[in-house]
């Protein structure tokens, strides 16, 4: 009977467990945050499915899949369209025919976009930037590893205690992470 009821009381907690997995993906878009709570097997096949550069990352600074502890990914996206005008009088002066003509502007890196463009109109030069997009994607990734220690002279982690370790990938800067837990 014990045994009947544990299973029954473990399949309820899993199934409310993949529906609050479901509910946090149906309202990311709007909340933008999603928590999941997965199981070792479901986080080693979404790194192995959806984040091969997770997965590239991992393997180059040896982190095996199966200490992870958990991952936090941020998306940072800004978008600014602040129209900013730069006379270009000295430039102005090399020119000389008298027409109008607009020139399009894209300057771009992996983590800035800038999109504007250059007008000559009668007697005036001018450098219009109408857009700027930064992205940048962070992750941190937590995992436990064992401390090293000496036996018979010899380093070894075998046996060592377990700490949690922390990895930040960013594609663009650098990223300082503060987290404040309430304790239970």
Same mark, same amino acid.
């Given at each position: ?9 473990? @399949?309820?907690?899993?199934? #409310? ?6 509910? *946090? ?16 097997? @479901?986080? @080693?096949?979404?790194? =192995? ?5 997770? @997965? ?5 600074? $040896? ?10 990914? %941020? %998306?940072?996206?800004?978008?600014? +369209? &602040?129209? !900013?005008? &730069? *006379?270009?009088?000295?430039? #102005? ?14 300057? *771009?890196?992996? /983590? ?9 109109? $009668?007697? =005036? ?7 700027? &997009?930064?992205?940048?994607? *962070? ?12 036996? #018979? ?18 594609? /663009?800067?650098? +990223? !300082? +992470?503060?987290?404040?837990?309430? !304790?239970?």
């Amino acid at each position: 009977m014990w045994l009947l009821f544990r299973a029954y009381w473990q @399949e309820r907690q899993e199934a #409310l467990r993949l529906r609050h997995n479901a509910e *946090s993906i149906r309202k990311q878009d709007s909340l933008r945050y999603a928590r999941q709570e997965l199981s070792r097997r @479901e986080i @080693e096949e979404y790194i =192995t499915y959806n984040r091969k550069d997770m @997965e590239a990352f991992l393997k180059e600074n $040896r982190v095996a899949m199966r200490r992870i502890e958990g991952i936090i990914t %941020q %998306q940072l996206r800004y978008r600014d +369209t &602040v129209k !900013k005008e &730069v *006379s270009l009088r000295p430039v #102005l002066d090399a020119i000389r025919e008298h027409r109008r003509q607009q020139v399009p502007v894209v300057d *771009s890196t992996a /983590c800035l976009v800038v999109k504007g463009y250059v007008l000559f109109d $009668r007697d =005036t030069l001018s450098l219009t930037i109408t857009e700027r &997009v930064f992205n940048n994607k *962070s992750d941190v990734v937590s995992y436990w590893e064992r401390n090293q220690w000496r036996f #018979l002279g010899i380093k070894t982690r075998l046996f060592g205690r377990k700490k949690a370790t922390i990895l930040i990938k960013d594609t /663009c800067g650098q +990223t !300082k +992470t503060f987290i404040i837990e309430k !304790k239970k």
